[in-house]
């Protein structure tokens, strides 16, 4: 009888270390990196930031270190979403210049996945200026943020200040030669695996706006997305080189921020 229970306890020990090897001992998988950005006429940036994981131990409060947000932003919002429903998010600063831990306000459960949902603005021009065969574009000058883990999709969806013809309301009728005309040109797409155009509609203008959907699988550690497009001077007429700063995006609710504390290194972020 003694020995039986010894090999139901080894049994049972091994079965429970099974979700951290089998996920190749991360405690935890990022299973998509998602952005939605609005770009600004004045070259300036709304983002709606989605990080989905998997926590394979559960048992955590807090997201250590997200990545660094641009130097110039304004947060909005943030919140999350799990197996019993929303559940708020608060940014504490970590110390690191543009850094936050992002605080829980339930702790994870084991093989839950979670979403964190981060809304701020980035209130300065993100493009540089460039001449594409003698004509002035602008060349967008963002990238995602970098995590120590991999990631299973990374993704970013960009709504363009283009507006389509008013009879353009499906993808397949943004074509290759409608995003030319639209002055739109791309670099090099090989490490993508999807690069898409379709309309997103603007319900409080009945207009219809040029998008991109850009999507990388199986993205490695330190992986990001830098979208090689350019727009039309005419499009965006700002640079980051524009000396006087621009105003900051009017906010209606403020994300709670309290005053917080160094952190580890970023390699125990999910710790």
């Given at each position: 009888m003694k020995r039986w229970f010894v090999l139901l306890g080894t049994f049972l020990a091994l079965f429970g270390l099974w979700p951290t090897l089998a996920h190749g001992q991360d405690p935890v998988t990022l299973n998509k990196s998602d952005y939605y950005v609005t770009v600004l006429q004045d070259g300036r940036l709304r983002v709606k930031y989605e990080l989905t994981f998997t926590d394979?131990?559960?048992?955590?409060?807090?997201i250590r270190e997200l990545p660094a947000l641009e130097s110039s932003h304004s947060l909005i919002e943030a919140y999350g979403a799990g197996p019993d429903g929303r559940f708020q998010v608060t940014l504490q600063p970590t110390g690191a210049p543009n850094v936050y831990s992002a605080v829980l306000a339930e702790r994870t459960k084991p093989s839950g996945q979670y979403a964190i949902t981060i809304r701020y603005t980035i209130d300065r021009s993100v493009f540089d200026p460039t001449t594409i065969d003698g004509e002035e574009y602008r060349v967008i000058a963002w990238a995602s943020g970098e995590w120590?883990?991999?990631?299973?999709?990374?993704?970013?969806?960009?709504?363009?200040?283009?507006?389509?013809?008013?009879?353009?309301?499906?993808?397949?009728?943004?074509?290759?030669?409608?995003?030319?005309?639209?002055?739109?040109?791309?670099?090099?797409?090989?490490?993508?695996?999807?690069?898409?155009y379709f309309p997103t509609p603007d319900e409080a203008t009945g207009k219809n706006w040029l998008s991109i959907y850009i999507e990388q699988r199986n993205v490695p550690s330190r992986g990001k997305i830098e979208p090689p497009f350019y727009l039309r001077a005419s499009v965006i007429p700002v640079t980051r080189e524009t000396a006087i700063p621009l105003r900051p995006t009017p906010t209606s609710r403020a994300i709670p921020v309290s005053a917080g504390w160094s952190t580890a290194a970023i390699t125990l972020l999910f710790c």
């Open positions: 394979h131990e559960g048992g955590r409060d807090r120590e883990l991999p990631i299973e999709v990374l993704a970013a969806t960009f709504v363009l200040p283009i507006e389509l013809p008013a009879e353009v309301s499906k993808p397949e009728q943004v074509t290759d030669d409608l995003v030319n005309r639209a002055g739109v040109k791309v670099g090099d797409l090989s490490t993508f695996d999807r690069w898409v």
